[in-house]
C-alpha cells in the first residue's frame, strides 16, 4: 500500500499493508490499559504496523502526535481524544492529507466529515443507566448522593453527568450534594473522596457514590473503608467501565453496581476501515457498542476470573 490514502483504496489494500497511527490519552484508568493491550493485539493480528503515542493526558500531545502521523504519511489514524473541543485544525489537515480518522471511545464537538466514524458508547445513556439504578435501589428514600466526575471537558465527564442527572429527575429524595472532579483516576478519586467525607459530617450525611468510572470508585471505596464507613452498605457504590477490580469490590459487598464499557473499540473501528479502504464503503458515522448494568446479582467473582484474561 502506498502511503497516501487514495493509492489503497478500492481493493488494492490489505490490512497487512497498513501503517496506522494511534495517539492514545495516556494511563489514567485499568479501563484504558486494556484499550491498549487490546489495539495494539488487533493491530497485531491484522499485520497493521501500530504507531503508537501515549499522550500522557495532554491535547497538546495529542495534536503533536497527530502532525508527526500526517508528516509521516500513515495510511489511518486512531484518536482516544482527551477532551471534546479544539480538534478542528488538526482533524482539517488529516483531512486535506486525505487520512481517514477514527475517533475511539470519546466523542468530539467538530463536524462530522472530519472524520471517517466514532466508535463510542451511548455516553449520555452510560449515566442514564447508572442513574436509574440508583433511583431503583433507594426506592424513594432520601438519599444524598456525591458525584465523582471524569477529565474536565471530556465527552464521558459531561455526557454522563448529563444521562445520570436526567435519570434523578423527578425523584427529589435523591439530591447530588457534592460533585467535582477525579480525572478519571484513582489517586485523585480517593483524593476527593476524602475531601467529600470530611465536608459531609465524616461521611454520615453520604448515601450514595456515583463514579464516572471504577477506578475513581476504587479509590473512593478504599477512602470510605478508612474513615470507619462500609462501603456497598453505609455508602452505595455505582461506577461505569466494569473492570475487574470492580467486580472484586462487588464480590466483597463494597461496590454495587456497574456499567459496562468494552475496552475493545479497536476491533470494531479496523473493520470499518478495512471496508473502506477495500472498496470505499463508508461506515456509519457512530458504531456504538453496548452498554450493559452488573449488579451484585451477576456473580461478581465468576465475571472478575473471566474478565482478567481479557485484555485487562
Ligand atoms: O473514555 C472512556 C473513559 O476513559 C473510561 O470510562 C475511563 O476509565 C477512561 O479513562
Redo the contacts with the bound molecule.
Sequence with gaps: CATILAACMFGSASAADLTIGFSQIGS??G??AAETTLTKQQAEKRGIDLKFADAQQKQENQIKALRSFIAQGVDAILI?PVVATGWDEVLTEAKDAEIPVILL??TVDSKDDLYLTAVTSDLVHEGNVAGKWLVDTTAGKPCNVVELQ?TTGSS?AIDRKKGFEEALKGHDNLKIVRSQTGD?TRTKGKEVMESFLKAEDGGKNICALYAH?D?MAVGAIQAIKEAGLKPGKDILVVS??AVPDIFQAMAAGEANATVE?TPNMAGPALDALDAFLKDGTKPAKWIQTESKLYTQADDPQKIYEEKKGLGY
Design positions: 489514567e484508568s479501563w484504558r482516544a471511545d470519546r471524569g464521558p478519571f468510572n477506578d461505569i467501565d464499557l
